[in-house]
Structure formats: structure tokens, C-alpha cells
């Protein structure tokens, strides 16, 4: 099991990037590529957590998050992902592929628990409704306060849990694993990487311009590595 040493900064993490993710700053620190790097970055490697964290971006770019649309929770997830990662030697067969099922379930039950701070909120708003329809700043402070609170703790809850569950899972099962690291690895890249194209076909199909940025985009990308060669 992950030490409390490790464990209780990758909570804090958890709790502030799943703040990000709705409430506040929205300041974009909770995508996977961030999240996931500065989750690697505490555990003293950050390519290995940048490695997950673009991995499970191909994945998040499928996410809409729109109005009151359902969606996974990316930002205590995504730290759950590339802690794991980070954690196994870089020769462990199946380890990307393990940080990447276990962000991905934590994506999908964190995700649940966004709404049941949504229906929290509401219940709390509902028994405001009359000092908020006077405008009573005191209300809307408290309303405010005290979601962003609940929504820290959901995070840091969310990262906790999932890494207690996953910490020791993810050792058992690679203990066990039978795939190469470059079959695994090859799998989880394509599986990322078609749901990643899905999701840029699907913007520039019905988005008008859009597919002059990609080539704009990926004219840029090719320039780099050439100068870089």
C-alpha cells in the first residue's frame, strides 16, 4: 500500500484538481496532461506521469462538459493514473495499462459523486430560497462557501480511495500479468488513440474552420520535430 507520506500529498493534489474541475479556478490544471505530470512530478517522475497524463488526455478530449451534462471527473482521476504509473519501475510490463483502468474507473465514480454534490448544493439552495430571493449576500456567500468546501473534500475523498483500492490492486495484478510491455503498451495507445480521433473527427466534422486549425496544428507539430532532428 502506498505510505501515508505519499498518499496524503497526492490527497491534497486530488482535492485541489478536482476542485478545478467545476467550482474553482477552472484555471484547466485539472486536464489529465497536467494532472497526471504533477501527480508523477511528486512522486519524483515526471515523464513517467506525463506519459499517463497524455494517455488519458486522448480519453478526456471525448468529454463535453457542458451545462449540466454527465461526465468523468478528470482531475482526481487523472492524479490517480499517473501516481500509479509513477510508482512501477519503467520496465513493469502492464503498468501503463493498469494506471490507465484505474483512472478510468475512478474518472467514471468520481464523476457520479460531481452530482451528488449537485444535489447537495440544490437541497442546501432550497433551504436558502428565501433569504436568496431578498439577495441576502450572507446567504450567497454561505451557499458559496460551503460548495466549494464539500467539493474539496469530494475530491480529496475521491483520490484517497482510489488509490487505497488501487495502490495494492495494481501490484497484485502486475505481479500476475502475462502481456509483454510493449503488447500492453500497444493496446492502451490504440485504444487511446481511436478515442482520441473519434473525438477531433467528431469537432472538425461539424465544427465549420475547425479542420484548418488541425492541419494548422499539425503543420506546426511537424516542424518542430524536424528542427528538432
Do not use: C
Not at 63 to 81: I, K, Q
Not at 126 to 138: I, T
Not at 187 to 208: C, E, I, R, Y
Not at 219 to 227: E, F, H, N, R, W
Request: proline share 3%.
Amino acid at each position: 500500500m502506498m505510505q501515508l507520506l505519499e498518499l496524503l500529498p497526492m490527497t491534497i493534489l486530488g482535492a485541489i484538481l478536482g476542485l478545478d474541475v467545476v467550482s474553482f479556478p477552472q484555471a484547466m490544471i485539472s486536464r489529465p496532461i497536467v494532472a497526471a505530470t504533477l501527480a508523477g512530478s511528486l512522486m519524483g517522475e515526471p515523464l513517467r506521469g506525463l506519459i499517463a497524463g497524455v494517455t488519458l488526455e486522448l480519453f478526456a478530449l471525448e468529454t463535453l462538459p457542458f451545462g449540466a451534462s454527465r461526465y468523468p471527473e478528470w482531475g482526481s482521476a487523472a492524479v490517480v493514473g499517473g501516481a500509479i504509473f509513477a510508482g512501477q519501475r519503467e520496465t513493469t510490463a502492464g503498468a501503463l495499462t493498469v494506471a490507465v483502468f484505474a483512472a478510468l474507473v475512478t474518472a467514471s465514480v468520481s464523476g457520479w459523486s460531481m452530482i451528488q454534490h449537485r444535489k447537495v448544493l440544490g437541497r442546501w439552495g432550497g433551504g436558502m430560497r428565501e433569504l436568496l430571493a431578498r439577495g441576502s449576500s450572507s446567504a450567497v456567500t454561505r451557499l458559496q462557501i460551503g460548495g466549494l468546501t464539500l467539493d474539496l473534500l469530494r475530491g480529496a475523498l475521491m483520490t484517497f480511495v482510489a488509490l487505497a483500492v488501487f495502490g495494492p490492486l495494481s501490484r497484485n495484478l502486475l505481479n500476475t500479468w502475462t502481456f509483454t510491455n510493449g503488447q500492453s503498451r500497444a493496446f492502451v495507445v490504440a485504444l487511446a488513440g481511436a478515442v482520441g480521433a473519434g473525438a477531433v473527427w467528431k469537432v472538425v466534422h461539424t465544427t465549420s474552420g475547425a479542420r484548418w486549425y488541425l492541419l494548422g496544428g499539425l503543420a506546426v507539430g511537424a516542424l518542430m520535430l524536424v528542427s528538432r532532428s
